[in-house]
């Protein structure tokens, strides 16, 4: 058979959606077919074509379709079951190296043949050594597979791929079969060329063996298959990261700066008049009006925004004051009644001692601790609303996720990979942003970015999926009332071929609100400290259709000088860019006490319904007049 009707018979299936190493071996059904055909025929042995070099010619087609599959990293699995069938794996694939090492010198043109008992050689190490044959190796491998008890393990199991090495646990099973099945085609695949060479040579007719095998893999490798759909049903999809072994601010997150704050004003400087008639709680909304007597108000910077939600705590205090350069206000505060907010220790600047006075001996002029809400130039509370879209026109789809802070402006981000046939992804790079400040000429508040403030600050909590047959190319933020809302870009595509149909992708959003019949819930924070400061790992505590306000940190913990959620900016990428997303979401990580993080998550595609591997419609329509297996003589 020559090589262009082998590569026409190899692509009968090209229109089916299997995933590529079930479109392989469905192919390789219809090559063996023939190639038996050829071997059973006894014009074709005798023809003078060289009937081992034409059958090593076959077997290299079949291994180029084997090599032009993407390979997924080795499975990070570490159970007994399999460290068992790595061993057998390991078995099977150095076999199969030096098989087709063989079979191309064979195949190469002008290549002198090898002698029959190299050849012969080849097929006794594939069949019948004790010890390392494919044979032997193919046998105890299904043995251990069988029930399916590999891919329910992954299941039950908690990995750390997650995090680490960012697999999804279905990810990880569909490797899991990919890897399994592919390595069962190389085995396959060489003891069918060993039965096929041996009847070359006049040893045997092993039409029988050849069928009986052919007929058992078949229904081992539906079982296979079936199993594996069955876990990939029910594995989880979600990708993304979790607390890095150290946090660093720029790099593994970032913060929303100076949105509410902890402040102290005496009320004298808190109404026009300059009185103390009242008390603390009287200024929930409030604002500086200048520096009684320059008192403590001339030693800091006053709130040149709104004064919120004041509170009276004790007369007097030292106040530890932070940096100039830093975003708090202060490191800490002591009250001469005990009460501490923020970590007491050390003060680089010095204390400040702050005390309350009587006015003309009647009113009592108290030091109140409120919440400053200032848009000045140190607050960093913008959120773009910029679509981030893959070039789709171009056949990319989106094969990464991050947040990005630019300047005082939060960005979402995609890395883009060129898609490919049946789920294979070129990786690609991150998308370039568009740096802005949002007091630039023609930036729209609602429109270019949203702006965080105190009645505005909330954002949802979402994670969206793509509808069968879709995948991922873009997200973005939009407005929901009040609410940064999150939306996904999804785009039909044709599995088999990899090409998308731009015209026809949607925005996907959860448009519900908290004021709906059944309203989107609120993610509380507990007494929300710095959650860089957690001893234990940070867990997802937020589920699908919630939401999380941005605020102040807690004032014991932190004199309320944050504000929390952080944002976590470490990259959401599968497989290093490599990998098929089909949906994204916005997620909160945290726990009670830590003000927790603001992340972004993935949902690996969906390869269930690309696993199939039924059984070879038939057995081989030739002769079979011998059904004893004959050892080989040299």
Request: overall charge negative; hydrophobic content about 35%.
């Amino acid at each position: 058979m020559k090589a262009a009707a082998l590569f026409a018979l190899l692509a009968l299936a090209a229109a089916e959606d299997l995933s590529p190493v079930d479109n392989v071996r469905k192919n390789f059904y219809a090559l063996e077919v023939e190639m038996w055909n050829n071997v059973s025929d006894p014009l074709w042995r005798e023809s003078g074509l060289g009937g081992d070099v034409e059958l090593t010619k076959a077997f290299v087609v079949l291994d180029n379709q084997i090599s032009s599959i993407p390979r997924p990293p080795r499975p990070p699995l570490s159970s007994w079951l399999w460290l068992k069938a790595t061993e057998k794996l390991q078995i099977i694939d150095g076999l199969y190296k030096s098989f087709v090492d063989f079979a191309r010198r064979q195949s190469a043109p002008g290549a002198v043949p090898a002698p029959v008992k190299d050849w012969l050689d080849l097929a006794e190490s594939i069949l019948m050594d004790p010890k390392t044959s494919a044979m032997q190796a193919v046998r105890k491998l299904q043995g251990l597979l069988q029930h399916g008890d590999l891919f329910r393990s992954i299941l039950q199991d908690e990995h750390p791929d997650v995090c680490e090495l960012q697999l999804s646990q279905h990810q990880l099973i569909y490797d899991t079969y990919n890897t399994i099945s592919l390595t069962e085609i190389k085995g396959y695949a060489m003891m069918q060329f060993s039965w096929m060479l041996l009847r070359i040579y006049g040893k045997g007719n092993y039409t029988q063996e050849a069928s009986l095998t052919r007929q058992r893999y078949g229904e081992r490798t539906a079982q296979t298959a079936a199993a594996a759909r069955a876990a990939l049903a029910m594995a989880k999809r979600d990708l993304y990261r979790c607390d890095p072994p150290q946090h660093i601010e720029g790099e593994t997150y970032a913060e929303v700066t100076r949105l509410l704050q902890g402040y102290i004003e005496n009320e004298v400087d808190m109404n026009a008049d300059g009185t103390c008639r009242d008390n603390c709680a009287a200024y929930t909304v409030a604002e500086n009006h200048g520096c009684f007597k320059d008192q403590f108000c001339a030693k800091q910077n006053a709130c040149k925004g709104r004064i919120l939600n004041c509170k009276y705590i004790d007369s007097d205090m030292w106040v530890c004051p932070s940096s100039r350069t830093s975003n708090r206000r202060y490191e800490w505060i002591e009250y001469e009644n005990g009460r501490t907010l923020g970590r007491v220790g050390s003060c680089m600047r010095g204390t400040t001692k702050v005390d309350s006075w009587w006015k003309w001996n009647l009113l009592h002029c108290s030091y109140c601790f409120c919440l400053c809400e200032e848009a000045s130039n140190q607050s960093d509370r913008f959120f773009s609303m910029k679509e981030a879209t893959a070039d789709f026109e171009k056949n990319k789809v989106v094969t990464g996720l991050r947040l990005v802070k630019l300047g005082r402006v939060f960005h979402l981000q995609i890395s883009e990979g060129t898609l490919g046939e049946r789920g294979s992804v070129t990786p690609g790079d991150w998308v370039p942003l568009q740096k802005f400040d949002p007091s630039e000429p023609g930036m729209r508040d609602g429109v270019d970015y949203h702006k965080l403030t105190f009645e505005r600050r909330a954002i949802d909590l979402d994670e969206l999926d793509s509808p069968a047959g879709h995948i991922l190319t873009g997200v973005r933020f939009s407005l929901m009332g009040a609410h940064l809302h999150f939306e996904i870009r999804s785009t039909p595509f044709n599995y088999a071929t990899g090409r998308l149909a731009p015209e026809r992708s949607q925005w996907i959003s959860n448009d519900n609100t908290d004021g709906a019949e059944v309203p989107r819930k609120r993610l509380e924070l507990y007494a929300p400290d710095i959650p860089t400061r957690s001893h234990t790992p940070l867990p997802v505590d937020s589920s699908h259709d919630q939401f999380v306000e941005f605020t102040h940190s807690d004032y014991d913990a932190d004199a309320a000088q944050s504000t929390v959620p952080f944002v976590d900016i470490q990259p959401v990428m599968p497989m290093k860019g490599a990998g098929l997303t089909s949906g994204a979401g916005i997620i909160h990580r945290g726990a009670r006490g830590s003000g927790g993080f603001i992340g972004v998550k993935l949902f690996t595609y969906d390869y269930s319904t690309h696993i199939k591997a039924e059984p070879p419609a038939s057995e081989f329509d030739v002769d079979s007049d011998t059904t004893e297996f004959v050892p080989i003589v040299n």
